[in-house]
Structures are given as C-alpha cells and as structure tokens.
C-alpha cells in the first residue's frame, strides 16, 4: 500500500494451510504428533531486536525496525498464515526493503523467537524458523528479476532469463517449492498494489483492477512461472 506522501507498507501472506490438510491426509493430523496449539495468534515485533542487535547495519535498522510477523494457526480449521509487515517512508526504498528483509530478519534473530514461541510446533509448519540465508526462500529466483519502485512507477521485470533456468535446475530452495507442489497442489502468487490515486496504466499476468482505480492485483502459480518467467513480471503506472 502507497500512500500520498509515498510512505506505505510492503506486506507478504504465506497461507500454508494445504499442508495442515495434507497431514490430515497422511494420517498424521493429531495434536499429539502435529505439536500445534489448537488455536495461537503470535505477533512479533521487529523494534526490540533491532534497537539490542549488534549485527545490522544502521540502514538495515532504520528499514526494519518498525516491522513485524503475525503467525496463526488454527488447528480446527486448517489454517496457517503467516503475515509479515514493514512500514517504509518513501518508496524509493521499497526496492532494498523487498530484497533484504530475508537477511535482516535473519540477523535480528527473529528466527530463535519463533522457535521459542513455537516449541510445541514442528519446525517446517510456518514460515521456515531456519532463515540462515541471504536469499528469499519464498522467492529463490527473484535475482532473476528487476524490481524498480519510484513515485507513480513500480514495476518487476524479468532480466536474466538464462539465471532463472539454472535455478530451476540446481537450486535447491526452488527443488523444495516444485516438490511442495507435488504434494499440496500448485502454489497461487498474488501481487496486490494500491497505490494512492487511480492508476493510470498496468499490465501484468491475469490483472484485475478495482471499481474506484486505486487496486490492481496480478495473479499466478508456481507451475506458470516455472514453465514461463515472464509470467511474474508486471509494471504500474499511477
């Protein structure tokens, strides 16, 4: 979300609710052998590790400090989401914010609290509280991309289409994410931009745009990126 002044908030849902199901459906959907509290609604927030942490840098502190990561897990009703959000100033730092909040979080040890919190919980069920590296795990091929944001432009654009490729082979994040698939059913991407005023131009895979102008969302799944790249990109003029 943009807002006038071009200050806004970069937000990422991760729903791994399938996998609930997909245990129920390997027989292993009980309590006792899930370890998942029947209800839990965790927020954590970012300011208290970056204000002690000793390990990031001051523009990492300054672009991070004020987010945060939600985690909700409803046994009983098969859901687990995961919500992180980072308030930016200006949008000329959404570019940096989008491809280090991996990193930082990292570094702010968020992931040793995660696993405290969740003690009772199997490590792979939320978003991953091993987070020991500079890629996005959600994301492994976004090197492959340019995403650019500045005032009444943003915009993702495939540029290394041969690196893309290579990670579809080798790298084993984007392995994990193809044999997710195989056991959960495809994965759904959606890119939601609401940008300040009406928008005034927009393309993108599968584009819907609000009645009052303001919102446009693009949708994809894993299998059409992986089979076509350029399916990710997008570009939005407001």
Known sequence: MINKNNS?????????????????????????????????????????????????????????????????????????????????KHIADLPELKSSYFTAINKMGVSDKLKQNEADSEPDEGLPSDMSTDKNILNPSQDAYAFAAASGKISNTLIDKELFNNRMQNDSSMQMLQQMTMMMGDM?????????????????????????????????????????????????EY
Do not use: C, H, W
Not at 24 to 41: A, F, R, S, V, Y
Not at 49 to 71: N, P, Q, V, W, Y
């Open 188 to 236: 759904n991407y959606k890119t939601v931009i609401v940008a300040p005023g009406k928008i005034k131009k927009y393309k993108g895979n599968q584009s819907v745009l609000s009645n009052d102008k303001k919102t446009v969302t693009f949708t994809t799944t894993l299998s059409d990126v992986l089979n076509r790249p350029e399916a990710a990109e997008y570009n939005v």
């Open 8 to 88: 806004g908030i970069y937000t990422v849902t991760v729903d791994m609710s399938k996998m609930l199901v997909l245990f129920d459906q390997m027989g292993q959907g009980n309590k006792e052998d899930l370890k998942i509290p029947e209800q839990k609604d965790t927020t954590i927030y970012f300011k208290p590790f970056a204000d002690t942490s000793t390990i990031l840098t001051a523009r990492e502190r300054e672009l991070f400090k004020e987010g945060s990561l939600r985690m909700r897990t409803d046994e009983v009703a098969k859901e687990l989401v995961v919500i992180l959000s980072f308030p930016f």
